[in-house]
């Protein structure tokens, strides 16, 4: 019996002093914004001081001979047989964002032995984000404007085909199935973008309408007329 029990706490032992590798292993793997430290729960009288190796300790504050977490309580008295409790969050004194990740490790009984946890900083992750989502983000004095994208290719007949395709693809209809009503809207959406400054706008829109230019000449007119009367 005697023999067994020391067997069992030499695998404990090699079990404990292997994770301590894998410990510095992943911290240095992943960067000083991880902390990553193996908590030893062979004695569960002694939860309080069961840190017995941490990398990147800045992360929380915490050294060796630190305690474990509440979240690390509640996992290890919740009864659940699981191993792993993956990607969730929590927080720093300071009240900087983590993510965070708990591993058990447990004997040929199912008896915890050990856990790695892992607490990533996101502090600099988030902010770089809502840098970038400030550069990106598109002005609000677009918004009521069509919704209209700028568009850069090699030569200006591209460029209107594609504002003239983006502008009758907003409609939801094709050409043939379109009335005077809705080829107007389009004229006057056209306008609105600067379309007809370009030469040749005019014949392109009206090939891809069914339209002959003469036509197109007289909703463009119309549009015109309808901008610059007075307000009633």
Known sequence: MKKAIEKDESKEIFLIESLKILVDGIARTLGSRCEVLLHDLRNPKNLEKSIIKIENGHVTGRTVGGSITDQGLRFLRSGRDDNALLNYSSVTKDGRPLKSSTFIFR???????????INFDLSDIMAFNTAIQD????????KGQDNLVETFQSDIV???????????????????????KDKIEIVRQLENQ????????VKLIASKLNLSKYTIYNYLEQVRTNQLAPNV
């Open 107 to 117: 004997n040929e009984r199912g008896k915890p032995i050990a856990a790695i946890c």
């Open 194 to 201: 600067g379309f007809f400054l370009i030469k040749g706008s």
């Open 135 to 142: 550069i990106f983000k598109v002005s609000e004095e677009q």
């Open 158 to 180: 591209t460029t209107l085909g594609e504002i003239a395709d983006e502008t009758i693809g907003r409609t939801g209809k094709i050409a043939p199935s379109m009335n005077k």
